[in-house]
């Protein structure tokens, strides 16, 4: 099948696709550091940089596309839609251009008549109001509006961790497909990956310290940081430590949330990997350790770009350069769709 990508970031979402028969031929990403990416990693796609709000930038992509396609991926960023219920003024929503990027996959469907759409976001996506002729809708019931007499349209709910991947991660799915054509849905796991089995076998190393293991290397951090971290045990937060727990230059207690400075779980599905999975005071992103002689954890450290990966379902081997910027891959990471769950919802694609 000859498809295209809108929103592709790095194109992590793709990873499996040439497994199950579909081939990207041109991608849209505004990024360009996530464009060059995306390039290195998909060198046979033709990949258009920059907004596809600008009309060269959408006509670039239009041309660079078969009059007819079979599949189309997009991943619309959602940050200036509103959601139902805590809606902002109709005029702010106008003036802000983020609100008109779901209108562009809308315009290309249009132009391309693709028989398999599959739009992917996170699930508020769901929640969101956008102005549509004198309304506010929702994007399901605009999509059923405009194109509800060709297509099936199912939004469902997924979390990649029922479906082979080693991370609780919940995503929103809108298919639409032809009348006439067959979608059926993913096949979940019999049971779920845990982070051990997925991570449990690399070598331990501390903060700064790199391994003979391409991309296990680890972060350096601050002395403060690691000393906390050592005394905290798996699936602990370093707030419950009676003696090193986080405090400030002046010796006053740190007050956050207790998904922060907390240590992963080895025996479940890895927590959602947000962006900030960089920082051990972020959510939930410290490895999760192993108990020493001494009464300390070992790691005490966020995970790796290697242990990232594959708890996001990527290969050991994906096949990014070499010189890709650690927190590109990081920020990148954070921000997708398991490429596993994405592979398994499109293989019940029955052409």
């Known amino acids: 099948?000859?498809?295209?990508?809108?929103?592709?970031?790095?194109?992590?979402?793709?990873?499996?696709?040439?497994?199950?028969?579909?081939?990207?031929?041109?991608?849209?990403?505004?990024v360009q550091e996530r464009a060059d990416l995306y390039q290195a990693l998909y060198p046979n796609s033709k990949m258009i940089a920059g907004s596809i709000l600008d009309e060269n930038v959408f006509k670039t992509l239009v041309k660079n596309t078969p009059e007819k396609l079979d599949f189309l991926i997009a991943s619309p960023p959602c940050q200036g839609m509103s959601v139902a219920g805590k809606n902002r003024n109709i005029e702010q929503m106008l003036n802000d251009e983020r609100n008109y990027?779901?209108?562009?996959?809308?315009?290309?469907?249009?132009?391309?008549?693709?028989?398999?759409?599959?739009i992917e976001n996170v699930p508020t996506f769901f929640k969101l109001v956008l102005p549509y002729k004198n309304q506010q809708l929702k994007v399901v019931e605009i999509l059923n509006l405009l194109f509800g007499k060709e297509y099936n349209i199912e939004a469902n709910v997924y979390d990649a961790a029922e479906f082979g991947v080693a991370q609780r991660r919940t995503r929103a799915i809108i298919k639409l497909y032809r009348k006439g054509k067959k979608w059926g849905q993913p096949i979940k796991s019999e049971k779920q990956i845990t982070v051990e089995e997925k991570i449990g076998f690399l070598p331990s190393i501390e903060a700064g310290q790199k391994s003979n293991v391409k991309w296990h290397f680890a972060r350096k951090h601050s002395d403060n940081h690691i000393q906390w971290m050592k005394h905290t045990p798996t699936g602990q937060t370093a707030f419950d430590n009676k003696e090193f727990f986080p405090v400030k230059p002046n010796g006053e207690k740190i007050k956050s949330y207790n998904t922060s400075y907390r240590r992963i779980n080895w025996d479940e599905p890895a927590p959602t990997i947000t962006m900030r999975n960089d920082a051990i005071s972020s959510q939930l992103n410290v490895h999760p350790g192993r108990k020493l002689k001494n009464g300390t954890y070992s790691d005490a450290r966020v995970l790796t770009p290697l242990e990232l990966m594959l708890l996001s379902s990527l290969p050991q081997d994906w096949n990014i350069p070499d010189n890709t910027p650690e927190l590109l891959i990081r920020k990148c990471i954070g921000e997708c769709i398991p490429p596993l769950l994405i592979k398994n919802i499109v293989a019940q694609i029955n052409r």
Do not use: C, Q, W
Request: glycine share 6%.
């Open 1 to 30: 099948m000859v498809g295209a990508s809108l929103f592709s970031s790095a194109g992590i979402a793709e990873t499996y696709f040439d497994e199950v028969g579909i081939n990207i031929i041109a991608a849209n990403e505004l």
């Open 101 to 118: 990027l779901v209108f562009k996959i809308i315009d290309f469907i249009k132009l391309k008549s693709p028989d398999f759409v599959l």
